[in-house]
């Protein structure tokens, strides 16, 4: 009996193990002193304690500003959003607590509109002294397309932008990563219908290489792509089609 006990117990280890492995993680190394800004549409918990149960101090809004007080040995792994992270400790004005490290950056907040938000993120990226180029930014008629490519920068920083970039809505969740090489979520209500939202994960040798995003609608389409660039940088790729 004891046996069989020992044997479930394993069983549930390792379902659980094969869950956190499905997950995106968070392999950024923040530093002391480092500001930082939260990236969570609905806001993110500032606890008193690094545990899950611990009393919220604070919401901390989307776009806020915190920075790093404490760095903790990563032995208490937490997934949200099959985002999975960790627990850091931060300063948000007078609080000082523990978040959760899968919705804050080192990337500010774009604007709330892509038309708008590519001069805002521009000038915020410069205060911040993040390195950034321009690869394209070009407008023909009702379309667009741009590309920017952020030094120092994880997949991770870019999907937590791209989703305001290329107004991702807050339902539709990172899919959860397996051993095949393209998962996606859809909220498209059946698969043979044509109009809807598609946010894909495209893995190569064991590592993410695209987070995909396509919007197709009545009218237009819409895309926007992740993707690494050599080992510390990513691309940000945007494109607008409008029927005519």
Not at 142 to 158: E, F, Y
Request: charged share 25%; proline share 4%; net charge positive.
């Amino acid at each position: 009996m004891i046996q069989v006990y020992w044997k479930l117990f394993g069983a549930l280890i390792a379902v659980l193990v094969s869950f956190d492995l499905m997950a995106l993680d968070d392999e950024r190394n923040f530093k002391k002193g480092e500001t930082l800004f939260v990236h969570s549409f609905k806001g993110l918990n500032l606890r008193s304690r690094p545990l899950i149960t611990a009393k919220v101090l604070v919401r901390m809004p989307y776009g806020g500003k915190v920075v790093v007080t404490q760095l903790l040995p990563r032995d208490r792994l937490l997934t949200v959003d099959n985002i999975t992270g960790y627990w850091i400790g931060v300063r948000f004005g007078k609080h000082t607590g523990y978040t959760f490290s899968g919705f804050v950056s080192r990337l500010p907040v774009p604007g709330k509109e892509w038309k708008v938000g590519l001069n805002e993120f521009r000038s915020k990226l410069s205060a911040a002294r993040i390195p950034y180029s321009i690869e394209q930014d070009k407008k023909t008629g009702k379309n667009r397309k741009t590309a920017i490519v952020l030094s120092n920068t994880s997949v991770l920083d870019g999907m937590l932008v791209l989703r305001k970039l290329a107004s991702i809505p807050n339902h539709l969740k990172l899919p959860r990563i397996s051993s095949k090489e393209r998962m996606e979520t859809s909220d498209r209500k059946s698969l043979d219908e044509f109009f809807g939202r598609t946010l894909s994960v495209i893995r190569k040798d064991g590592k993410v290489c695209r987070l995909s995003y396509q919007y197709i609608y009545q009218g237009g389409t819409q895309r926007a792509s992740i993707q690494p660039v050599g080992k510390n940088s990513v691309r940000l790729y945007i494109e607008n089609n409008i029927d005519d």
